[in-house]
């Protein structure tokens, strides 16, 4: 069973900074891509940022140079480091983890709120 375990999210003031991190666990081999989604309130689920197996990077356009994506292959884990937060970045943020032969997983969420 594959479990993927998010950590990190919470209460920020606008301009703050959180630190997401995702570790995957269980029988899950040959891990492509990982990558963060986030579900905002009456929104659809969008992604945020990737980054494949040979470190190439994805991010949404809201979000280029305030967050930055990184990932530890020995621990199948990934993390999102996310600065100058914005009231529109409040969301639940999503793990996913893709394989290369299509599998894909996700964690359960963890909740991202930037208030004054």
């Known amino acids: 069973q594959v479990q993927l375990v998010e950590s990190g999210g919470g209460l920020v003031q606008p301009g703050g900074s959180l630190r997401l991190s995702c570790a995957a666990s269980?029988?899950?081999?040959?891990?492509?891509?990982m990558g963060w989604y986030r579900q905002g309130p009456g929104k659809q689920r969008e992604l945020v940022a990737n980054?494949?197996?040979?470190?190439?990077?994805y991010y949404t356009d809201s979000v280029k140079g305030r967050f930055t994506i990184s990932r530890d292959n020995a621990k199948n884990t990934v993390h999102l480091q996310m600065n100058s937060l914005k009231p529109e970045d409040t969301a639940v943020y999503y793990c996913?983890?893709?394989?290369?032969?299509?599998?894909?997983?996700w964690g359960k969420g963890t909740p991202v709120t930037v208030s004054s």
């Open positions: 996913n983890v893709g394989t290369s032969s299509g599998m894909t997983y």
């Open positions: 269980g029988r899950i081999f040959n891990i492509y891509a």
């Open positions: 980054i494949t197996s040979s470190s190439i990077t």
